[in-house]
């Protein structure tokens, strides 16, 4: 099982007025450590788009809040992923503070024709990166 970690520190910016990370920024780190997870197979969002036309867009989240972040916290995201489809990619992504899970989401994303708006196949070299969690 292949998991990628990703660190993320919460600012001032992250939170409400009482220093707790607002729930809209959660989807932001989730964000981050996917790209940067694609970025170390080798794989450039902007490169894609570049080369293949083809950008990974969010098709579905389904995001659980157990427990929430505060102001400095030093957090990690932990990414997998699921499955790989065709046109699609499904993660499983797990905000962590130490060992307590303070959030999860299952994200799938879709690869689509940015002039078309339409699915296409991920590209082969992308799919052969990915290591399946079973």
Same mark, same amino acid.
């Given at each position: 099982m292949s998991i990628f970690q990703f660190p993320v520190r919460v600012y001032y910016e992250d939170t409400d007025a009482g220093g707790v990370v607002y729930h809209a920024r959660y989807l932001h780190f989730f964000e981050r450590a996917r790209t940067e997870y694609l970025r170390t197979l080798g794989f450039s969002q902007q490169n894609l788009l570049s080369e293949n036309q083809i950008a990974f867009v969010v098709k579905s %989240?389904?995001?659980e809040y157990c427990v929430p972040a505060k102001l400095d916290d030093l957090l990690v995201v932990e990414t997998c992923v699921d499955t790989v489809k065709g046109a699609s990619i499904v993660f499983s992504q797990i905000?962590?503070?130490d060992k307590e899970i303070l959030s999860e989401a299952i994200v799938k994303v879709a690869s689509v024709d940015l002039i078309k %708006?339409?699915?296409v196949p991920i590209p082969k070299e992308v799919k052969a990166g990915f290591k399946i969690n079973k």
């Open positions: %989240m389904q995001i905000l962590k503070r %708006m339409k699915p």
